[in-house]
């Protein structure tokens, strides 16, 4: 082992360190790499080049079933304590920091942030009693705000429901039915409220689960009570409205997004038992601040449940 400190040691890696604990505890690389939001075939290179700076074996996947090796039992126990250390450590730093700056990093994507009234982020700044500052860093898809908050690069996120991962806590902002966006002269236009079978047999663009969780949910209900419905997935909201317009056909969309991209020629019809909705979320593991309870009951101000 005596040439391992030469090379490019990913030992040294705390998201290496991170991967190869999250496949000791789970003992499934599908199961591990789903909760780094990685591929297997990625957390298989990394577990690999891990064995190689270390050049000993921390896995036998031999019997079918993935076991720690007794090298790879030490290097748990030793990692554990090494990845609890540093995220104290960065906790401690961050806490620090926030109090002495009162700045706060808020990451949304760009569909849900614009669900929150413009100025409202605005008028937090201007009015805050703790000097608290809240800074906005937009994303394209929901994934990438969760995985920042995960990786502790953000303080606070807006993320869709349901937010599920297991070191983050979270407060509901806004519930509220999914809306046909439908052409003003189908059948379904002139109805006040839509059921799920009424959308059996359209062919419907709405956006990919990655970008709403919720996507995942109200695909599978119509899977089960519309069976002949087909969905179109989009990665954008735009992209939902502009698939409808050129086909001249339906899109689900939250409430807010089908008001915005209202026209005489489309008719927005709530559809009951398809849901969505989003909330702020932190890692449950951060000691909140002065100026962070502050934003968030500024936040609560914002809560709107429809249904």
């Known amino acids: 082992m005596r040439n391992s400190l030469k090379k490019k040691d990913e030992g040294m890696d705390i998201k290496v360190y991170r991967y190869f604990t999250a496949l000791a505890r789970t003992k499934n690389y599908v199961r591990a790499a789903k909760e780094l939001y990685i ?10 080049r891990l064995e190689s700076s270390l050049e000993v074996p921390l896995f036998d996947s031999k ?4 076991e720690l090796t007794e090298y790879g039992t030490i290097l748990y126990r030793r990692v554990r304590s090494i990845l609890r250390e540093h995220d104290e450590m960065q906790e401690e730093i961050r806490s620090l920091y926030r ?13 849900i942030f614009n669900v929150i009234p413009r100025e409202a982020v605005r008028n937090f700044n201007k009015t805050s009693k703790t000097g608290a500052h809240v800074d906005v860093s937009r994303t394209v898809v929901d994934y990438d705000c969760e995985t920042s908050l995960i990786e502790r690069t953000c303080d606070f996120a807006l993320l869709n429901d349901p937010v599920d991962h297991s070191v983050l806590a979270s407060i509901p902002l806004q519930k509220d039915m999914m809306f046909l966006w439908a052409p003003a002269d189908s059948p379904l236009a002139g109805k006040d409220e839509l059921d ?10 709405c956006v990919t689960s990655q970008e709403f969780k919720t996507s995942r949910k109200n695909g599978s209900i119509l899977h089960e009570h519309a069976p002949h419905c087909t969905l179109l997935y989009e990665d954008e909201m735009i992209s ?4 409808a317009l050129r086909n001249r056909g339906y899109a689900l969309l939250p409430r807010v997004h089908a008001l915005a991209f209202q026209r005489e020629n489309h008719a927005a019809i709530p559809v009951r038992n398809l849901d969505w909705g989003f909330s702020i979320a932190y890692r449950a593991d951060r000691t909140l601040s002065p100026q962070d309870e502050e934003f968030l009951d500024f936040m609560k101000g914002y809560q709107r449940f429809y249904c």
Do not use: F, M, N
């Open 39 to 48: 591929t297997p075939q990625g957390l298989s290179s990394s577990i690999k």
């Open 240 to 243: 939902v409205v502009e698939a």
């Open 99 to 111: 109090r002495k700056s009162g700045r706060i990093l808020l990451s949304a994507s760009t569909g």
């Open 63 to 66: 019997s079918g079933s993935i």
């Open 196 to 205: 799920i079978r009424d959308l059996d047999g359209l062919t419907i663009s």
